[in-house]
T-cell receptor, first 113, second 112 residues
């Protein structure tokens, strides 16, 4: 089954404790991205990747890192999480960048205390 | 800069009522337009999309949207809503920057 998976689905952590949220897709998609969803703000793009070893900042990249060592995986790293990073995070992928539908993962709900 | 406005933040309807959710964008060039739906506790799913051609686009579950270029709008419609349509709806636009910009969402509650 074609899908985007994220782990963990729920995470409670404390300020400053490094964490990684994994994202994997099995559709051989080139383009992957991370969004955060906050009430009243919709979805905002954090980082995106157009292919292996090619990543770029989205609209709200501060406090986040990503890597794309393999085509299928695009982990989101919070080196030193802060409470303002409490949010719902979605990973998405598409075959290519231009004019393609993005497929979303199930989301990761993060609470930073 | 590209932006997307969804003017209705919350909409409450009774079953069988007609639905229209507004979406306006600010970008003068060629755009790709999307409507996504997020059911409670689930991830975003594509409802419909417009790339080119017929400006009236039909999607899944009886939804449709009309692209009106002169008004920079892409409103979502459904003639008769059901309780199962209760969800949050997001309009999204992709322009020349190739970034997908989302609106802030409209929460639809359908009362049985």
């Amino acid at each position: 089954e074609a899908q985007v998976t994220q782990n963990p689905r729920y995470l409670i952590t404390v300020t400053g404790k490094k964490l990684t949220v994994t994202c994997s897709q099995n559709m051989n998609h080139e383009y992957m991205s991370w969004y955060r969803q906050d009430p009243g703000l919709g979805l905002r793009q954090i980082y995106y990747s157009m292919n292996v070893e090619v990543t770029d900042k989205g609209d709200v990249p501060e406090g986040y890192k990503v890597s794309r060592k393999e085509k299928r995986n695009f982990p989101l790293i919070l080196e030193s999480p802060s409470p303002n990073q409490t949010s719902l995070y979605f990973c998405a992928s598409s075959l290519s960048l231009a004019g393609e539908t993005q497929y979303f993962g199930p989301g990761t709900r993060l609470l930073v205390l | 800069a590209q932006s997307v406005s969804q003017h209705n933040h919350h909409v409450i309807l009774s079953e069988a009522a007609s639905l229209e959710l507004g979406c306006n964008y600010s970008y003068g060039g060629t755009v790709n337009l999307f409507w996504y739906v997020q059911y409670p506790g689930q991830h975003l799913q594509l409802l419909l999309k417009y790339f080119s051609g017929d400006p009236l686009v039909k999607g899944i579950k009886g939804f449709e949207a009309e692209f009106i270029k002169s008004k920079f709008s892409f409103n979502l419609r459904k003639p008769s809503v059901q309780w199962s349509d209760t969800a949050e709806y997001f309009c999204a636009v992709r322009g020349a920057t190739n970034k997908l910009i989302f609106g802030t969402g409209t929460l639809l509650a359908v009362q049985p």
